[in-house]
Structure formats: C-alpha cells, structure tokens
C-alpha cells in the first residue's frame, strides 16, 4: 500500500514539475511585439541565387543565407495560377486570395481586413515602405481596398486618411495639385499635413524629418534615399510605440529586372533587400521582441543559372520570359515564431501566423486560419 502511495506521489510530482517547466520555458519566450516584414517584389529562387552567385567565388552567403527559418511559398491567385502583385500582395497582407488586380477586396468586391489594420486596431504602430510608387500594389494593399489596383489617385486618398503612421515610396504626382499632378485637381499633400504628417520630399529631408506621422514622397535617382535608411528612419519612428509596430518594406528591382531580363537590375534590387534586412536584423537582434519575416510576392522572369562562359565566368543568367510564372518562393523568418515559417505555405498563411503570434486571427470565408 505505500509502495502504491509512494509512486502516485511521485508520479504527482513529475507531472507537477513538467508543467512547471512548460510554463517557465512559455514566460521565457520572448513575446512577439513587432514585425518587420520585407518583400523582394518578384524575388524568384532564381535572383537569390544568382546575387549569391555575384558575390565573392561561387559560395557566396547572403545575408539571407544567415536566416534560422526558411520555407516554400504557394503564390497562385483566387482565378489564375500566375499571381500579379496586386493579389499576391493582398493573400499577403490579409490573409485571403482574390483576382488579380484587386487591392485588398475579394473577389466580390467585399473589403478584406489587413494585418497593418489589425494592428492598428490593437495599438500598435504601423508603416510601409518602398522603392517604387507607395501606392503601387504591394504597399497599397497593406492600407487600401479598391476593385483596380489603377486607381491610384483613390488609392492616395486612402492612405493620408488611414491610420498608418509611416508612408514611403515615390508617386508624389498622385498626391499633388496642379498641372503635373492629380486628374481630379485635389491637394491631397495639403490634407496629409492637416491629418499630421510631415510630409518628406528627398533624402536631406528624410534625414531631418522627426514627426509622429512621415509621408515620403521622393525620387529615387542617385541622390535619392535607399531602402535601408528608410527602414531605419521608419523603425526609429514606430518603436516609440511600447506596444509594438507592423512595418512592410518592400525592393521592387528584382520584379522590374525580370520584367525586362536584365541580370544587373535584378541582382540590385536583391543587395537593395540585403541591406535593409541586416538593418532589420540589428534591431530584432537588440530588441528581442521583434520577428523579421522576408519573402516574395511572386517570380518573375523564371530566372535560372547555368554555367558562365568566357565573358562571364561566374553563372550565365536564362530567363523563361519577361512576365510572372507560377513558380514557388521562399520565405525566411528570425525571432520569436520564426519556427512556424516552415515547410510548404500558401502565401495566405503568413499574415495568419503573424496575426496568431499576437493572440489574433486573421482569415477570410472559406479560407479559415491554418492549424500551426
């Protein structure tokens, strides 16, 4: 009878001491406040190959390379098996799939909610950022909902009256009155500043600038500021927010050179990421509460390397043609959650996981929240 006695204590207090141990190691994992997510816009497996090819001798690591967490990306649309940016960029932003062209609203036309918004509807900070025009697709989907992704001068008036806190790209001709500037004539700058942004239009004044609330609007020639300095600006605005921020940062070169087949653009919107994500991962490293996500919308080109010849001895670049291919992407995660960016994802999961990894869901008819 106490030899019965002495193992149920014991097997009382093995079990006591597991879940001990279980709620210790869930208090000391780091909380995911932030997330710093950036997009290589048509970033094939392809381009990351071919910049770690450029690099020194054939084994060159990318910054990319460092990352603990990798996967494979799913990128069709609702109708298509070839995403464009607008619907890839809206199964990004919310979670759900919807026809190409469509800004954040599904194929009925109904609006589909956004992790920037979820986040803003828990407190948070938000921001994005990009090379190309901020009210292009992949930006836009992030704070705006409308039938076309043409509709930019719509897409404007969205942005300067949501409750984003940062805002960055070129495009100043959909914000602006006058001859070179809006169809409909409306100031839209005049009302960003009555809805407290500082309005920022080249790099000296992206150095200066220190307001709550930052539209950039700049030209990006060889004086024009860099994806990384406006990662660090935004992340140095955002992170006054103790209760965390959601930024998207987007390099829109590599979608641009695979448009066009030109190896060297592509391999310069893919530095241009490099650079941005080592900014992102000097302050996750730091901050500890801050999960950084990269991935891409979509290929683009179907960029392959084969072996170099006499001009070019490193890799010889092949492309399929000068449009978006059905082909799978990578995605890359450090920080707390980083372990649930594996295996083969659709590209609607990753802002269900971001949003689960804040105690929220975020999905659409149909199309419920993946079990991870």
């Not at 050179?257 to 650079?275: C, F, M, T």
Request: proline share 5%; net charge positive; charged share 20%.
């Amino acid at each position: 009878m106490r030899s019965a006695i002495r193992s149920s204590a014991r097997r009382l207090t093995l079990a006591f001491l597991l879940l001990l141990f279980s709620v210790v190691d869930i208090e000391a994992r780091p909380r995911v406040r932030n997330i710093i997510f950036i997009i290589g816009d048509g970033m094939g497996i392809g381009a990351v190959t071919a910049a770690r090819c450029s690099g020194p001798g054939a084994n060159g690591q990318l910054v990319l390379d460092t990352m603990p967490v990798t996967g494979l990306v799913k990128t069709h649309s609702a109708g298509r098996l070839v995403t464009d940016s607008a619907a890839s960029g809206t199964a990004l932003a919310t979670g759900c799939k919807t026809d190409n062209g469509s800004i954040s609203v599904d194929p009925g036309g109904r609006v589909l909610p956004t992790i920037l918004e979820l986040a803003g509807e828990m407190g948070k900070s938000s921001g994005v950022i990009t090379t190309d025009t901020v009210t292009s697709a992949t930006p836009a989907v992030f704070y705006a909902h409308v039938d076309s992704r043409a509709r930019e001068e719509d897409i404007a008036l969205q942005l300067v009256e949501s409750r984003i806190d940062v805002a960055m790209g070129s495009g100043r001709r959909y914000f602006a009155a006058g001859p070179d500037g809006r169809k409909d004539g409306l100031d839209v700058l005049a009302r960003a500043r009555r809805n407290g942004f500082d309005v920022l239009l080249d790099a000296p004044a992206l150095a200066a600038g220190g307001g709550k609330r930052l539209l950039g609007l700049f030209s990006f020639d060889d004086a024009g500021p860099r994806l990384e300095s406006m990662l660090e600006k935004t992340l140095g605005a955002l992170a006054r927010n103790r209760r965390g921020f959601f930024v998207m940062a987007e390099s829109c070169l590599p979608d641009k050179g695979g448009h066009k087949n030109d190896i060297a653009l592509s391999l310069r919107g893919v530095n241009e990421l490099e650079n941005a994500l080592r900014c992102a991962l000097r302050f996750a490293a730091r901050d500890r509460h801050t999960l950084v996500v990269v991935t891409a919308d979509h290929d683009t080109g179907g960029l392959a390397v084969q072996n170099g010849d006499e001009r070019n001895p490193r890799f010889t670049p092949a492309w399929v043609d000068g449009h978006h291919t059905g082909n799978m992407v990578a995605v890359y995660a450090y920080g707390p959650g980083a372990e649930k960016f594996t295996g083969t994802l659709d590209n609607t999961d990753i802002p269900r996981i971001i949003a689960s990894l804040w105690g929220r869901t975020l999905g659409c008819a149909g199309n419920p929240p993946p079990a991870r």
